[in-house]
């Protein structure tokens, strides 16, 4: 578990990752926001998330993904020359790159963009990293990790813009990264590689359908945005400020929103 803060909108927001219940805390913030929570809390509801078992040997871990997964990653680099690359301790530079590439895809999906003031945040607590997959030098997709050494969760991802000459690639480059990414973390120790959420909108069948591909076990996790002081439980329940807040929407749009870069 660990734990970030960050401003949006003039208010002070708390992000807590992978905790097992509530965490106290004598700062003073106005939201606290949970993601992957091990037991409920508060008046929040279970979701769905899909996860992968890294104690297992590497051999297993492949064999248990689908065929035209195993295919596309074996193609990735024999034909198609992908190279992955991993940043831990991405510099200024590099998380500002991560970002106008991430809202060039976000604009195009309309989709929330990138919070500069959180991605310092992540990339300050030292749990941060920025996978890639490029071709001839050009990233083709890039992805950001949160880990704290025991489960590694994939934050957001963003794609070149699709067209009919580079779908095929960019779904072959997707698949190469979470495996380079499993394997990469495996070699650190890390238990547990998090795929994120398991949509129950039937028109997200495909999502859950790619991620499933690579095997793993589906179990339920806990997210909650909690107000704190007057002006956070003022925020949450105001629709008009909810639509002007957009780490206040659903966390299942920032999924889906990940989600749609990987198919």
């Not at 992908?82 to 991560?98: A, K, Q, R, V, Y």
Request: proline share 3%; hydrophobic share 35%.
């Amino acid at each position: 578990m660990f734990e970030i803060f960050s401003k949006k909108r003039g208010l002070v927001v708390r992000d807590i990752f992978f905790a097992t219940g509530v965490v106290p805390s004598n700062v003073n913030r106005d939201i606290d926001l949970y993601t992957q929570c091990s037991s409920p809390i508060y008046d929040s509801t279970p979701s769905c998330i899909l996860t992968i078992d890294l104690t297992k040997d590497e051999n297993t871990i492949f064999q248990e993904f689908g065929k035209n997964n195993r295919y596309k990653i074996r193609r990735a680099t024999d034909k198609d020359g992908l190279i992955f690359h991993i940043d831990f301790t991405p510099t200024i530079d590099s998380l500002e790159f991560f970002k106008k590439f991430y809202n060039n895809f976000a604009r195009s999906k309309g989709l929330p963009l990138a919070n500069p003031a959180k991605l310092e945040a992540l990339r300050n607590s030292g749990n941060f990293s920025i996978a890639s997959v490029h071709s001839k030098d050009l990233p083709i997709v890039m992805s950001s990790f949160i880990s704290d050494g025991y489960r590694v969760y994939f934050h957001q991802a963003a794609t070149v813009l699709r067209d009919e000459n580079n779908s095929a690639l960019i779904s072959t480059a997707n698949r190469l990264l979470h495996w380079q990414m499993m394997l990469t973390m495996k070699k650190l120790d890390v238990k547990v590689y998090d795929l994120g959420n398991i949509s129950r909108n039937p028109k997200l069948q495909s999502l859950n359908d790619f991620k499933r591909e690579f095997g793993g076990t589906e179990c339920e996790t806990y997210n909650f945005t909690h107000g704190v002081s007057w002006l956070g439980k003022f925020a949450l329940k105001t629709s008009s400020l909810q639509r002007k807040l957009p780490f206040v929407l659903s966390l299942s749009k920032d999924l889906i929103g990940a989600s749609l870069s990987r198919r």
